[in-house]
Antibody, heavy 119, light 105 residues
């Protein structure tokens, strides 16, 4: 059974940094693209970033490009999202997801981790 | 690519046929997915490739369309279906979601 567990969320001041982790199990991690999606309180879903199975290709939403970095560690079966220069509008629940294929739909999701950017 | 969902919300009764539309700002062939999300929960993938039902998803859900216009249909609304629904285009990075449709009693 696929299991995704996010961690690393919390309260951070504007301009600060945070690294989210997503521990994956139940599938061959390096065979699947992975994605981060966020949802601001009371708002809709926003695709944030994606990475190919081998980690060589990455993609970003315009709203986070240059500030966020997605990466993966196939030895630890873990997906990461390094978030720098955080802003109030980055406040959201961040979900990691396993994709059907690179650029494909997100088939399995974690429970999410809340990031709050506030002074 | 922008996705416009309509309506943004709707009220319906158990047994009703419900249709949600998603329009893309440019052609995306059939690279569209539909998700269901209940309050406080992660989204659940219902349909990929515009019309391919995911394993375990009830057959009352169906998707259709190609190019710029897509539809999610629930043939007979059940109590478990009251939720928010989102479309997502998978044609071009950055991937994008529609604004969502909340289906209420």
């Amino acid at each position: 059974e696929v299991h995704l567990l996010e961690s690393g969320g919390g309260l951070v001041q504007p301009g600060g940094s945070l690294r989210l982790s997503c521990a994956a199990s139940g599938f061959t991690f390096n065979r699947y693209a992975m994605t981060w999606v966020r949802q601001a309180p009371g708002k809709g879903l926003e695709w944030v970033s994606g990475v190919s199975g081998d980690g060589r290709s990455t993609w970003y939403a315009d709203s986070v490009k240059g500030r966020f970095t997605i990466s993966r560690d196939s030895f630890r079966n873990t997906l990461y999202l390094q978030m720098n220069t955080l802003r109030a509008d980055d406040t959201a629940v961040y979900y990691c997801a396993k994709d059907l294929s690179a650029g494909g739909a997100s088939q399995n999701w974690g429970q999410g981790t809340l990031v709050t950017v506030s002074s | 690519i922008q996705l416009t969902q309509s309506p943004s919300s709707l009220s319906a009764s158990v047994g009703d046929r419900v249709t949600i539309t998603c329009r893309a700002s440019q052609g995306i062939t059939y690279f569209l997915a539909w998700y269901q999300q209940k309050p406080g929960k992660a989204p659940k993938l219902l349909i990929s490739g515009a019309s391919t039902l995911q394993s375990g998803v009830p057959s009352r859900f169906s998707g259709s369309g190609s190019g710029t216009d897509f539809t999610l249909t629930i043939s007979s609304l059940q109590p478990d279906d009251f939720a928010a629904y989102y479309c997502q285009q998978l044609d071009t990075f950055p991937l994008t979601f529609g604004g969502g449709t909340k289906v209420e009693i």
